[in-house]
Antibody
Framework: QVQLQESGPGLVKPSQTLSLTCTVS??????????WSWIRQHPVKGLEWIGY???????YYNPSLKSLVTISVDTSENQFSLRLSSVTAADTAVYYC????????????WGQGTLVTVSS | ETVLTQSPGTLSLSPGERATLSCRAT???????LAWYQQKPGQAPRLLIY???SRATGIPDRFSGSGSGTDFTLTISRLEPEDFAVFYC????????FGQGTRLDI
């Protein structure tokens, strides 16, 4: 059974870069049929998809965040990572990594989530 | 961007009753690309339904999904105490978007 676990700082200063890593266990990131995604949940705005990556390195980002987001993959470590630059208080949210089925585009496995607060 | 609007915002029911949750899209959604999730406090969302009507692995058959085009429905036939939570729909058009959620209260 696949498991995902987010890790990274829980506090980031405004204008700095948020960096999170998702470690996948129980399945290989190289297994076919999936994209590896980042999603965040704001207390008020709800769930927002950030972007996804295929193990080959191809990416697709939310157009509203595209200029600020980079997602990368490390197949040797079975991990993928998120970088969100120039953060503001509006980026305070619970960040989830999730596995996305590439045929039906649903998220079938999620990490437990990690709260990132943007504050000086 | 396709916007999903869920209704009602809050639904108050009792165990044993039937729940009907609605999800309406601003543009037609391919039926293959509509999913439903359940989220309990402090937990990540859990996949219930994909492809508008297919139950995910391990999901009880009291959960069912239907609909096409712009109107989709999640039905819980007989509510169990553990079913009370927040439910989200999600679509994939050009990029994934989620509804704002329906809270199901006892």
């Amino acid at each position: 059974q696949v498991q995902l676990q987010e890790s990274g700082p829980g506090l980031v200063k405004p204008s700095q870069t948020l960096s999170l890593t998702c470690t996948v266990s129980g399945a290989s990131i190289r297994s076919g049929g999936y994209f590896w995604s980042w999603i965040r949940q704001h207390p008020v705005k709800g769930l927002e998809w950030i972007g996804y990556i295929h193990y080959s390195g191809s990416t697709y980002y939310n157009p509203s965040l595209k200029s600020l987001v980079t997602i990368s993959v490390d197949t040797s470590e079975n991990q993928f990572s998120l970088r969100l630059s120039s953060v503001t208080a509006a980026d305070t949210a619970v960040y989830y990594c999730a596995r996305m089925d590439w045929n039906y585009y649903f998220f079938d496995s999620w990490g437990q989530g990690t709260l990132v607060t943007v504050s000086s | 961007e396709t916007v999903l609007t869920q209704s009602p915002g809050t639904l108050s029911l009792s165990p044993g009753e039937r729940a009907t949750l609605s999800c309406r899209a601003t543009q037609s959604v391919g039926s293959n690309y509509l999913a439903w999730y359940q989220q309990k406090p402090g937990q990540a969302p859990r996949l219930l339904i994909y492809g508008a009507s297919s139950r995910a692995t391990g999901i009880p058959d009291r959960f069912s999904g239907s609909g096409s085009g712009t109107d989709f429905t999640l039905t819980i036939s007989r509510l169990e105490p553990e079913d009370f939570a927040v439910f989200y729909c999600q679509q994939y058009g050009s990029s994934p978007t989620f509804g704002q959620g329906t809270r199901l209260d006892i």
